[in-house]
């Protein structure tokens, strides 16, 4: 038994020697995303942060972005939280309201427009689930599974 996981690790070093940038073309990694920054273009910035915020306040937008977004749910929850405490400094800044106009309202507006079009930034709302079905179905399969549950509690004494 001992000589088989010796030759199971063995095996397994020379599968990761094997697999180098030569036969695989998928070992050599190569940047092609840069981050772009916002300082150069404060109206951007103040852009991005009023709609964001403007999602994360509206617990419709939200669900549905969070749902959307590629990210995860924990990721995009913190980057929306993070806008929405950003957006009271941007939305008092006076110099930047007035070199870029009150972007807050245009995000509430915009987002309200999109939302109704079936859009929350840059994902539609196509495919999300829509809810709880309810009729006279869920009666009938509440009362058999109370049926069944009685059946075995009655017989089961």
Request: hydrophobic share 50%; with cysteine; charged share 10%.
């Amino acid at each position: 038994m001992h000589f088989l996981a010796n030759v199971l690790v063995a095996l397994s070093v020379f599968r990761v020697a094997v697999a180098g940038p030569g036969k695989f073309p998928a070992a050599e990694l190569v940047v092609r995303q840069t981050t772009a920054t916002t300082a150069a273009d404060p109206c951007l910035d103040y852009s991005i942060t009023a709609n964001m915020s403007v999602i994360s306040a509206n617990s419709s937008y939200r669900t549905a972005f969070i749902q959307k977004a590629p990210t995860g749910t924990i990721i995009t929850a913190r980057m929306l939280n993070a806008a929405q405490l950003k957006l009271p400094k941007l939305t008092a800044d006076v110099a930047l309201n007035q070199q870029c106009g009150n972007l807050t309202t245009v995000a509430f507006t915009e987002a309200a427009n999109n939302f109704t079009r079936g859009i929350v930034a840059q994902f539609t709302t196509e495919g999300l689930p829509v809810g709880i079905k309810s009729g006279p179905e869920v009666v009938v399969i509440v009362a058999v599974i109370c049926t069944l549950f009685s059946v075995v509690w009655v017989f089961s004494g």
